[in-house]
């Protein structure tokens, strides 16, 4: 038998969790060291998954299957192929960066929030590598139970009304999602989510594949968050605890792009597309989140949820380029250029599921950073920030910049991409979207830079709005926190290939089989 | 065969015995220790039953009773809930009334009822095993006589439980009018046989049968009593009630509509499917009002009964591998609620028994000063939400399946409707729990090893049933399939 390797990479951080629990409470240090050991190992596994999957990224690798309840065809099913693979290696990085962040500014009840972080880890782990709908299922809500403590016990003021908010949308979303797996098992005979998609459920009655369609539509669309499920977001980013904020943003929303791109798109084709081009709800929904998540930034003073809001903006690219891909199959017009075009779309997004993990996980450490000195968010506050904290204005640069797409930085190709595959399918939305790219400009350049960094610095304001809190730049701690993540941006961006290799050849075999 | 039932009795004999025998409190306190015993031969001797023996393949003592795997799955139900019941209460009853001998045998004959009455294969014989138990939890309901809300709940629960019964017997009489006898299986073999003139009188039968049971499983419009007697009722009580009776009620109806009046199965299944949207949701939408976590658990029981009734109504015993069978699902989800609720009123107990309230704002702080406590509340709650991992996700996706299986779409939509609005007060006393800070000093809170062990097992079941439910899944089946037979 093989090495059960992501078996290992899910599990690990539930052995952690449960060594956690097993340390008594006093021993703070230990638990933090543990858990940022424990971290390494998915995060190094990561990386042999991502080396063996390069070869034939198409194909699902590492497959390992084990009847569960036998009665009903659950199984114990894994697998991960070109898709997956990125978000596998983002989880691990992000992780793990976020247990060695947390372990110096988290200094109240470390024992819980490390083993919730650690159970939450294993969620996002076994959806990103479920082959089997209950199984995927089960890690989805997993993943739900310790997201909400955790904005709910370490999260700011609101954060009782942010967590219940989170899980209760969710929780919509989720209970619709089982509805929909249950019609298509009763349709297809089948749990796996493979054998589903090459049996197309419903595929001679519309009526009823609409129906799993939406409610598959529903559970991931709320996780994405598009307009108009979006609304628990912001509270929920600006609530939670730096870390929360992270990989809520960073992996969380993910899972529900992932869930188009692995089981909506395969299970559905002919309804996303009809959604997607007869009658566009999904790329109007998506531009509405581009523009309006863009517009709302604007209007934002508070810098986390600013940076909350331009998560729904991003992510609207990720669901434009999917729209665009499933149009292109009933689109009209040469099947080449169609095909290229759809297959950009779709590496566009799935390119875009990584880049925003990573860029928009480095902007909440970077609220973090500031957040832990001045005690406060408020944009009027800052100002003049760039002469006094000169590294982490730097970083700040760096990592805005890739937000809003410049070129050399990995924003840059997965706007490309979503928008070139975009416009040759669905132009007229493509176009509206665009409009997306010129207001992240200026949120990011206005909103952003300007009002923290430019000017002269203003002691009397700063000392009024933060109670004479002391101005540092980042520490050694804070710089290796970020350092990886805009090596990772640096690096995608000069060499895309290195994981558009994996997408495209992933993508195209996923069009072809439509 | 009767075995189990014997042992109950004997039981039961000898805790009231003893009581009179021995004198000075030392001695007494190993009361519960011999009711305990008792329990556990039962058990011992049921799962004798279910894995070795060769059952009877028609109903024993004249056809009254039926010994098969599906009465023996509710004996091993109805003596796990002794079991832990009688555990959770020591301490409890300990500090509230010197006079707990009794209060252990009646138990005991409690669930000597329910095993009756799942095993009851003739009206007869059914209405007795329901009366018994009727009467013994208007006894322990009432238990505590200093107590002048346990009386009330008492009384409340006596006058329904007499209306239901009344209604019951009517019903019965009507069968009896029609087809001229009381065994189950004579009345469907009867029916089927009878001309239009005579069916006629099914229907209002069927109804009033339901007033009956519909009393036992606390499903709406028959709900009033539980939220008092819940209330007033000592809490270990009020944890039985929401398990023992509700478990005997469904196995009897299940064994009724499916052994006497399968031929009328368009009838209860339209009946029950109304029962069961309008108890989910009204147990649902009440139990978000409820400040009182004893009154929050009685609503949230009724919309319970709805979910099971759901399972119950998506009749398909067609048992083969990769379909969702209702009546199984009633059962696992009945075997995993088990655990689940039996698991959250140890928690109350224990509450309780620290601070002296019920009410869930005192919950507040709980996380800070018993983590392990409100830990494994927290694995309750989400069981009784439904999320995966817990037996009580199980439950929910064998019922929801079976109805999407049959195509009962609207069922199935106000189902999961239903348990996000459950989602929101349960996840209110996580809140109180884990996200609110104490006012004061809440004091820790010092379990019993009774207590102790009660929790351990309730969780580990929860969970086990969650993540790995084959075993169980299989012994529902094999429950199920002797039905069908």
């Given at each position: 038998m093989n090495f059960p390797i992501l078996s290992v990479i899910t599990f690990a951080p539930l052995v952690g969790a449960v060594l956690v629990l097993l340390i008594p409470r006093k021993e703070e240090d230990v638990i933090r060291r543990l858990s940022i050991v424990i971290s390494f190992v998915p995060l190094i596994l990561a990386f042999v998954v991502y080396a063996n999957v390069w070869g034939n990224p198409g194909e699902m690798h590492f497959v390992e299957e084990y009847s569960w309840i036998p009665t009903l065809n659950v199984y114990y099913r894994m697998g991960v192929d070109g898709i997956s693979t990125p978000m596998v290696l983002l989880t691990a990085l992000l992780s793990t960066l976020s247990f060695f962040y947390s372990s110096f500014t988290i200094k109240d009840r470390v024992k819980e929030y490390y083993f919730l972080f650690l159970l939450l880890e294993m969620g996002m782990f076994g959806v990103f590598v479920s082959l089997d709908f209950i199984f995927f299922y089960v890690f989805w809500e997993i993943g739900l139970v310790p997201m909400y403590l955790l904005i709910g016990v370490w999260g700011g003021q609101r954060r009782i009304y942010a967590a219940i908010k989170f899980f209760l949308f969710t929780l919509v979303g989720s209970v619709a999602m089982l509805l929909a797996i249950l019609g298509v098992y009763f349709q297809t005979g089948t749990f796996s989510i493979l054998d589903a998609a090459a049996a197309r459920p419903f595929a001679g009655n519309f009526p009823l594949a609409a129906l799993a369609f939406w409610g598959f539509f529903l559970g991931f669309a709320i996780k994405v968050p598009s307009f108009p499920f979006h609304t628990w977001l912001p509270d929920g980013h600006t609530e939670a605890p730096t870390c929360g904020s992270v990989i809520l943003a960073g992996v969380l929303l993910k899972l529900g792009a992932y869930g188009f791109i692995r089981i909506v798109l395969p299970l559905f084709p002919q309804v996303f597309s009809w959604y997607s081009y007869n009658v566009p709800i999904v790329p109007i929904l998506a531009v509405i989140s581009i523009v309006y998540g863009a517009l709302v930034c604007m209007a934002q003073w508070d810098l986390k949820r600013l940076i909350a809001y331009s998560s729904v903006s991003h992510m609207g690219y990720v669901m434009l380029g999917l729209s665009a891909g499933a149009a292109s199959r009933v689109v009209s017009g040469d099947p080449q250029g169609l095909l290229t075009s759809a297959a950009l779309a779709l590496n566009g997004a799935s390119l875009q599921m990584f880049t925003h993990g990573i860029i928009t996980g480095g902007l909440f450490f970077l609220v973090g950073i500031i957040y832990e000195r001045a005690h406060?968010?408020?944009?009027?506050?800052?100002?003049?920030?760039?002469?006094?904290?000169?590294?982490?204005?730097g970083i700040m640069m760096v990592t805005g910049f890739a937000s809003l797409g410049l070129p050399g930085l990995a924003g840059f190709w997965s706007e490309l991409f979503v928008f070139r595959g975009t416009f040759y399918v669905i132009p007229l939305f493509a176009v509206i979207g665009v409009a997306g790219i010129v207001f992240t400009a200026a949120y990011i350049l206005w909103k952003i830079v300007q009002y923290v960094f430019l000017g002269e610095f203003d002691q009397a304001k700063w000392d009024e709005a933060t109670h004479h809190a002391k101005l540092t730049d980042m520490t050694w701690w804070e710089k290796v926190t970020m350092w990886p993540l805009v090596a990772v941006m640096v690096l995608v961006g000069f060499y895309p290939t290195i994981i558009v290799a994996l997408l495209n050849a992933a993508n195209t075999a996923l069009l072809k089989g439509l | 065969m009767l075995l189990p039932q014997l042992f109950l009795v004997l039981g039961a004999l000898v805790v009231f015995g003893l009581d009179l025998i021995w004198r000075d409190d030392a001695r007494k306190g190993w009361l519960p220790y011999v009711a305990l015993l008792g329990l556990a031969l039962a058990l011992g001797a049921t799962l004798y039953l279910l894995f070795a023996a060769d059952l009877p393949s028609k109903p024993i003592l004249g056809g009254m009773l039926a010994v098969d795997s599906f009465a023996l799955f509710f004996q091993v139900i109805a003596t796990l809930v002794g079991g832990l019941v009688i555990l959770s209460s020591l301490d409890y009853m300990l500090r509230r009334t010197p006079y707990r001998a009794e209060f252990y045998g009646l138990l005991i004959i409690a669930c000597l009822a329910i095993t009756l009455v799942a095993a009851g294969a003739d009206l007869i014989m059914i209405y007795i095993a329901i009366e018994l138990l009727s009467i013994t939890s208007y006894i322990l309901t009432g238990y505590l006589r200093e107590d002048r809300k346990s009386t009330e709940a008492a009384?409340?629960?006596?006058?329904?439980?007499?209306?239901?019964?009344?209604?019951?017997?009517?019903?019965?009489?009507?069968?009896?009018?029609?087809?001229?006898?009381?065994?189950?299986?004579a009345i469907a073999a009867s029916l089927g046989a009878a001309e239009a003139s005579l069916r006629w009188l099914v229907f209002p039968a069927l109804i009033f049968l339901l007033a009956g049971f519909g009393f036992k499983i606390a499903a709406v419009p028959f709900h009033q009593w539980s939220p008092d007697a819940y209330e007033g009722a000592p809490t270990p009580i009020t944890a039985f009630l929401s398990v023992g009776p509700k478990a005997a009620g469904f196995a009897v109806l299940v064994r009724v509509l499916l052994t006497a009046l399968p031929d009328f199965r368009p009838d209860w299944v339209a009946v029950l499917s109304a029962i069961s949207m309008v108890t989910m949701t009204l147990g649902n939408l009440v139990a978000l009002t409820q400040r009182n976590i004893k009154r929050m658990l009685a609503y949230s029981s009724i919309a319970h009964a709805g979910y099971i009734l759901i399972g119950l109504v998506s009749w398909d015993l067609w048992q083969s591998a990769g379909r969702f069978t209702g009546i199984n699902g009633v059962l696992i989800y009945l075997l995993a609620y088990l655990f689940t609720n039996l698991g959250a009123f140890v928690v109350v107990i224990a509450f309780e028994q620290a601070t002296g309230s019920n009410q869930i704002e005192d919950y507040a702080g709980l996380a800070r000063t018993s983590p392990a406590m409100a830990a494994t509340m927290l694995i309750f709650l989400f069981s009784l939400t439904g999320i995966p991992g817990t037996g009580g996700f199980i439950g929910k996706l064998f019922v929801f399946g079976a109805a999407i299986q049959?195509?009962?779409?609207?069922?199935?939509i106000v189902g999961i409707i239903n348990s996000v609005i459950a989602a929101f007060y349960y996840l209110n006393v996580v809140r109180y729990m884990f996200f609110e800070p104490g006012a004061g000093e809440t004091p820790a809170i010092t379990s019993t090893p009774a207590l102790k062990v009660t929790l351990a097992v309730t969780t580990a079941m929860t969970l086990i049933i969650g993540l790995y439910a084959q075993p169980f899944i299989q012994l529902v089946q094999g429950a199920v399939r002797m039905l069908s037979g």
């Open positions: 406060t968010r408020d944009l009027k506050a800052f100002g003049g920030l760039g002469a006094k904290v000169p590294y982490y204005y | 009384i409340k629960y006596f006058l329904y439980g007499a209306m239901a019964s009344a209604a019951m017997l009517y019903g019965m009489s009507l069968f009896y009018g029609a087809t001229g006898t009381t065994s189950l299986s049959v195509q009962f779409y609207v069922l199935a």
